[in-house]
């Protein structure tokens, strides 16, 4: 079925030509209609300011909703908080002992429920020590610092037949779903012949319902409820390995950064409200067949972004539209980096186009390994060199 055809016409709009148009009132928009001027901040506007270092392998950041304190994930298996300008000495959650931290693998994100404040549940994404995947309920203890390590629930498992490409992020939606990115299951070119493959979860980002069902329902409008040769619980597929995904609200948008084999890394944004969607993979490359001079991309999604594998990085990393308040003419603009390269940059989606692209001088940051959000929604970024960085205006 082509996309079209699961659009309404709101959400065709949405898609294919309003999608970044709105979002933004008058008061950060970039353009000066008046003038013809860019408003748009120049690259000394902004700086990274560092919160805090010493992280073994930070690769998430996250908070509840109104928050002060920072959550961090290890990859190694601790959850650390930072509560102002400390570190605090004892980890949120230590499950360092369940978890398989080589390569691709460890403790790779955390999503708190969107009644945390009420319920205390969060939820971990993790390679086991036999390399599955798993995806973890916890409970926040007595202490508000520390997490019931004994109030663990497996909501998913799931075997994996290689050690790379486990994606690893997983977010709560605007919808109060809970999403789950996988990768193609590993190895190379996807040699397992998952990324078109509806029978499997990898490959996919699934959405399923962790209040409606134990461990989990599936919600009535996933696409493939009605479809016997697809998991119920993908909600799109086609992807190699998205490392970081991020729900834009103000533009109904779900942003994905895939990571590419050996030509182009990619970044995808489509109508957050649309599923079923094909990334393409691995029929695909960015814009460009893989290992083929001709295929057929019929109602498959092509990036609004690429760039190649090589001399600008080896793996794209996602990250956020800014949407808080300390930086108030960057709003509406997504950050993402490369795990190889260390350059941060970032566009503005108009009309479904990766518009006021630009690269940002920020100094010697280190290898860039995820972005991340606070419970106010300003900008952290994650360094392969231990530390947390804040994206602050410039003095």
Known sequence: MLIEERLGWFAALVLFGFLGGSGCDSSTTDVDDQNGEDNTPTIDEVELNLVAGGFSTPVHLSA????????????????????????????????????????????????????????????????????????????????????????????????????????????????GMLYIGLGDGGGAADQYGNGQNLNTLLGSLLRIDVDGGDPYAIPPDNPFVSDVNARDEIWAYGLRNPWRYSFDEDQAALYIADVGQNTWEEVNVESAAVGGLNYGWNVMEGNGCFNAVNCNSAGMVLPVLQYGNGVEGCAVVGGFVYRGSAITGLAGTYFYSDNCTGWIRSFKLEFGQAARQREWELGDIGRVLSFGEDGAKELYMLSANGNVYRFVPAP
Do not use: C
């Open 64 to 175: 509840p909703a109104g928050d002060s304190r920072l959550f961090v994930v290890e990859k190694p298996g601790r959850i650390r908080l930072v509560d102002g300008d400390q570190v605090l000495a004892t980890p949120f959650l230590d499950i360092s002992s369940l978890v398989s931290n080589g390569g691709e693998q460890g403790l790779l994100s955390l999503a708190f429920h969107p009644d945390y404040a009420a319920n205390g549940h969060f939820y971990v994404y993790y390679t086991d020590n036999g390399g599955a995947t798993r995806v973890v309920r916890y409970t926040v203890s007595g202490n508000s610092n520390a997490a019931d390590a004994s109030s663990a629930k497996l909501i998913l498992q799931l075997d994996q037949p290689a050690a790379n490409h486990n994606g690893g992020l997983i977010t709560f939606g605007p919808d």
